[in-house]
């Protein structure tokens, strides 16, 4: 099961040890001519894959051609030394077809993990100062103090025109050394992987040259280390780029189900508990499943979190695209006035905090949600009503701006207003939790609206179970006391053991980068006996170094973009799922 949210969102893979729940997807076929050398067709005749090509518009295979799947390529590839003529090796290599439709005919599938390095390049040209465009960079730029004049080179990394890396700008310099490494996952159509150095403007950008290596050769060789020649627009210099490059392809192996080279390892203790929206009510289709000889009970995950919450003797930890302080966790199907019976959520945490555990909430700051504009916000986060509640309490609530590379006033507003703190997680120790720390991590927001059960009714729940939670985003066509509401379905989870641990982490490393004055606000947590369980666990982020502190040993596990680091293992999960899946997606 993979649980994901957009933005800094979070998610986790969980396998019980029982059930296989992901597979190999087999390869591409290769439609390779009779041109094909010895070596390679008397191996994929030796492998025994003949094969045809499928699909709506595939071609029959020609006289005398031998049909094998990428795998057995990549295998009788795999003998071919640095020194070999790969031109011959890939002669006669005909284009795939991919749903019904012909690739470019000198293109080659570029289908792995590709690994990538530019360490530096050497005699750039100078595009600074040469014309009135750069004079008047040269009056935006920020650098008032700015003693040079020189290019300000960067790297754009492509396969054919589609751009997939991007090294950092270095300012000011003819001779950059960017030593940045870049990991990605590739399955595209091309020729030729590019190389452009660009000289980056206040406005606008200039060429300073280009290279290229071919898709051919990289596949062919796998590892290639080389200084490049620049082709420049520029007289009387000759720029070079040093590269190297590593290229993985993907094979026909079964996978395992631990995404490996990420942050949080695949975790063997602890248990998962799934959810199906805030409150699932009993349906005859529990009875007829069974769980060690007994109908499956239920959970409702609003209920669980009420309990955790209430349970709680050291820490309370919340994060939250949005959170509201008046809303009920816990209500009861039938009688209204039971339901008003129930503490309501800002109660509760402030009952909490006041008994001695720390109760910090780290919630998105929506950009339109001031005391000045709409208190409610463009979206309805009510991110600072629910600051203003808590701000005469012993609970920290802390709202956090999304950055992102801040580089000028309309980079930080283009950042401020376009992207958002997705996470959703409540971590606590539970004291009815033998190891101690459980979290909920999933889609549902603590927050107004997101109470719903699986009958999801739009009128006779609005002066019961939703009387104080009445949510419609169309206005003008429903009434708080008759409806129609408006329904919401999502999923969640429980999570407990080591993995529970991790999201702990993301919290304290978000915490430290976004709420720095409060930072010893954060409780040390005892370490706690783990025990091997039948749950395979792993954790995955998609977050950026603006947003968390991340951890100096772990820093080989992350990625970069224009020399700013993040975690993407959420992405690479999904391009895992995708390249195992062998029967459906």
Same mark, same amino acid.
Not at 65 to 80: K, P
Not at 151 to 160: A, E, F, G, H, L
Not at 390 to 399: E, P, Y
């Given at each position: 099961?993979?649980?994901?949210?957009?933005?800094?969102?979070?998610?986790?893979?969980?396998?019980?040890?029982?059930?296989?729940?992901?597979?190999?997807?087999?390869?591409?076929?290769?439609?390779?001519?009779?041109?094909?050398?010895?070596?390679?067709?008397?191996?994929?005749?030796?492998?025994?894959?003949?094969?045809?090509?499928?699909?709506?518009?595939?071609?029959?295979?020609?006289?005398?051609?031998?049909?094998?799947?990428?795998?057995?390529?990549?295998?009788?590839?795999?003998?071919?030394?640095?020194?070999?003529?790969?031109?011959?090796?890939?002669?006669?290599?005909?284009?795939?077809?991919?749903?019904?439709?012909?690739?470019?005919?000198?293109?080659?599938?570029?289908?792995?993990?590709?690994?990538?390095?530019?360490?530096?390049?050497?005699?750039?040209?100078?595009?600074?100062?040469?014309?009135?465009?750069?004079?008047?960079?040269?009056?935006?730029?920020?650098?008032?103090?700015?003693?040079?004049?020189?290019?300000?080179?960067?790297?754009?990394?492509?396969?054919?025109?589609?751009?997939?890396?991007?090294?950092?700008?270095?300012?000011?310099?003819?001779?950059?050394?960017?030593?940045?490494?870049?990991?990605?996952?590739?399955?595209? =159509?091309? $020729? +030729?992987? *590019? #190389?452009?150095?660009?000289?980056?403007?206040? @406005?606008?950008?200039?060429?300073?040259?280009?290279?290229?290596?071919?898709?051919?050769?990289?596949?062919?060789?796998?590892?290639?280390?080389?200084?490049?020649?620049?082709?420049?627009?520029?007289?009387?210099?000759?720029?070079?780029?040093?590269?190297?490059?590593?290229?993985?392809?993907?094979?026909?192996?079964?996978?395992?189900? =631990?995404? $490996? +080279?990420? *942050? #949080?390892?695949?975790?063997?203790?602890?248990? @998962?508990?799934?959810?199906?929206?805030?409150?699932?009510?009993?349906?005859?289709?529990?009875?007829?499943?069974?769980?060690?000889?007994?109908?499956?009970?239920?959970?409702?995950?609003?209920?669980?979190?009420?309990?955790?919450?209430?349970?709680?003797?050291?820490?309370?930890?919340?994060?939250?695209?949005?959170?509201?302080?008046?809303?009920?966790?816990?209500?009861?199907?039938?009688?209204?006035?039971?339901?008003?019976?129930?503490?309501?959520?800002?109660?509760?945490?402030?009952?909490?905090?006041?008994?001695?555990?720390?109760?910090?909430?780290?919630?998105?700051?929506?950009?339109?949600?001031?005391?000045?504009?709409?208190?409610?916000?463009?979206?309805?986060?009510?991110?600072?009503?629910?600051?203003?509640?808590?701000?005469?309490?012993?609970?920290?609530?802390?709202?956090?701006?999304?950055?992102?590379?801040?580089?000028?006033?309309?980079?930080?507003?283009?950042?401020?207003?376009?992207?958002?703190?997705?996470?959703?997680?409540?971590?606590?120790?539970?004291?009815?939790?033998?190891?101690?720390?459980?979290?909920?991590?999933?889609?549902?927001?603590?927050?107004?609206?997101?109470?719903?059960?699986?009958?999801?009714?739009?009128?006779?729940?609005?002066?019961?179970?939703?009387?104080?939670?009445?949510?419609?985003?169309?206005?003008?066509?429903?009434?708080?006391?008759?409806?129609?509401?408006?329904?919401?379905?999502?999923?969640?989870?429980?999570?407990?053991?080591?993995?529970?641990?991790?999201?702990?982490?993301?919290?304290?490393?978000?915490?430290?980068?976004?709420?720095?004055?409060?930072?010893?606000?954060?409780?040390?947590?005892?370490?706690?006996?783990?025990?091997?369980?039948?749950?395979?666990?792993?954790?995955?982020?998609?977050?950026?170094?603006?947003?968390?502190?991340?951890?100096?040993?772990?820093?080989?596990?992350?990625?970069?973009?224009?020399?700013?680091?993040?975690?993407?293992?959420?992405?690479?999960?999904?391009?895992?799922?995708?390249?195992?899946?062998?029967?459906?997606?």
């Amino acid at each position: 099961a993979v649980v994901s949210t957009q933005s800094t969102g979070i998610g986790f893979y969980c396998v019980p040890f029982v059930i296989t729940v992901v597979q190999t997807m087999r390869s591409t076929n290769l439609n390779v001519s009779n041109k094909f050398s010895p070596l390679l067709e008397r191996k994929l005749r030796h492998k025994k894959s003949q094969c045809h090509l499928s699909g709506p518009n595939s071609k029959p295979a020609a006289a005398g051609t031998v049909l094998g799947n990428f795998s057995d390529w990549n295998a009788a590839m795999s003998d071919v030394s640095e020194d070999a003529d790969y031109d011959q090796l890939l002669d006669g290599l005909e284009p795939e077809y991919m749903n019904g439709k012909h690739l470019n005919p000198d293109a080659f599938y570029f289908r792995g993990d590709l690994k990538v390095t530019v360490n530096s390049a050497h005699n750039l040209p100078n595009a600074d100062g040469t014309n009135i465009k750069d004079r008047f960079n040269s009056l935006l730029s920020r650098n008032k103090e700015k003693k040079k004049d020189l290019s300000d080179p960067y790297v754009n990394i492509c396969i054919d025109d589609h751009k997939i890396l991007q090294t950092k700008v270095i300012k000011d310099e003819l001779d950059p050394v960017w030593n940045e490494t870049f990991e990605t996952e590739v399955s595209h =159509e091309g $020729t +030729r992987l *590019y #190389f452009w150095v660009w000289d980056d403007d206040v @406005v606008g950008k200039e060429k300073l040259g280009h290279a290229h290596i071919e898709i051919k050769e990289i596949i062919a060789k796998k590892v290639i280390r080389r200084k490049l020649d620049l082709f420049t627009p520029f007289r009387n210099c000759t720029p070079t780029l040093d590269v190297e490059i590593e290229f993985d392809p993907v094979s026909d192996d079964v996978g395992e189900f =631990e995404l $490996t +080279r990420t *942050y #949080f390892p695949l975790r063997h203790t602890g248990e @998962v508990r799934l959810y199906q929206d805030a409150c699932c009510l009993p349906s005859p289709l529990h009875q007829q499943i069974q769980v060690h000889g007994n109908p499956l009970l239920a959970h409702s995950a609003w209920d669980d979190i009420s309990d955790s919450i209430e349970n709680a003797t050291n820490f309370i930890y919340i994060t939250g695209w949005s959170m509201t302080h008046n809303i009920r966790l816990k209500r009861d199907q039938n009688d209204a006035q039971k339901t008003k019976s129930y503490a309501q959520l800002g109660d509760l945490l402030k009952e909490k905090a006041s008994n001695g555990v720390q109760v910090l909430v780290l919630l998105w700051d929506e950009p339109f949600n001031n005391e000045e504009l709409a208190m409610s916000g463009v979206v309805g986060t009510n991110d600072e009503v629910t600051r203003i509640y808590f701000s005469n309490s012993k609970v920290k609530c802390v709202l956090a701006t999304r950055q992102k590379n801040k580089r000028g006033m309309l980079e930080t507003l283009v950042s401020n207003t376009s992207f958002s703190h997705h996470q959703k997680t409540v971590i606590c120790d539970d004291s009815r939790v033998s190891c101690g720390t459980v979290a909920y991590v999933g889609g549902l927001d603590l927050t107004v609206g997101r109470y719903d059960d699986q009958n999801h009714t739009l009128f006779k729940s609005c002066k019961n179970q939703h009387q104080d939670d009445f949510y419609q985003t169309f206005p003008g066509i429903a009434s708080s006391d008759h409806g129609p509401r408006q329904p919401w379905h999502d999923v969640h989870s429980r999570i407990t053991g080591e993995a529970a641990q991790d999201v702990l982490a993301n919290f304290t490393e978000r915490w430290k980068i976004e709420a720095p004055k409060d930072v010893s606000s954060l409780v040390t947590c005892p370490d706690e006996d783990q025990l091997d369980s039948n749950w395979r666990i792993q954790i995955y982020r998609s977050i950026p170094v603006d947003a968390a502190l991340f951890d100096d040993n772990k820093k080989h596990t992350l990625l970069s973009k224009h020399g700013r680091r993040y975690e993407a293992s959420i992405h690479r999960a999904y391009v895992s799922g995708v390249r195992n899946a062998e029967n459906f997606l």
